[in-house]
């Protein structure tokens, strides 16, 4: 590829991470009567699929760091969406509860993202299975590329 046509594909992908990022971070009205990002709603759905997992874990699970993942569920806390419960076993293993409007909350943004996955999956569907191979496999080794470029120390 030319330097000129790598700029401007990198240009479209740096785009196209600002998109999702704003996706992630847009205040949503929920049918509850509270709003929430898409980001918070996303660990809310993983907190209850995963109810066994300590905070550590869901953590990790989600992809970010144990301060930003406290940091959400402080604000779910809040919104009384889910409970902090603490191990008997070991009182720093702490677990997070859904509360019943938290479930509620979670089904409502599995309904919202299905849309956007809808969205996405008639954007596939315009190319052929060898090409959404080719898709996948690039998301895949630019994934791999970024995880060791951010673990780069300057």
Do not use: C, W
């Not at 959400?72 to 509860?97: F, G, H, V, W």
Request: overall charge positive; aromatic content about 8%; charged content about 25%.
């Amino acid at each position: 590829m030319k330097q000129n046509e790598l700029r401007q594909f990198i240009h479209k992908i740096y785009y196209l991470a600002g998109k999702i990022h704003l996706i992630r971070n847009i205040e949503i009205p929920l049918e509850i009567g509270i709003h929430a990002n898409s980001a918070t709603l996303y660990a809310l759905n993983m907190i209850n699929l995963n109810p066994d997992l300590k905070m550590s874990e869901l953590s990790r699970k989600i992809g970010i760091t144990k301060g930003a993942f406290s940091q959400m569920a402080k604000k779910l806390e809040q919104k009384e969406l889910i409970t902090r419960s603490k191990s008997m076993e070991n009182s720093k293993d702490i677990y997070l509860i859904v509360t019943d409007q938290g479930k509620q909350a979670a089904e409502e943004y599995i309904r919202l993202h299905d849309k956007l996955y809808q969205g996405i999956d008639t954007i596939l569907n315009q190319y052929n299975e060898t090409e959404q191979q080719t898709i996948t496999e690039f998301l895949n080794k630019t994934n791999q590329f970024l995880e060791v470029y951010t673990n780069l120390k300057a």
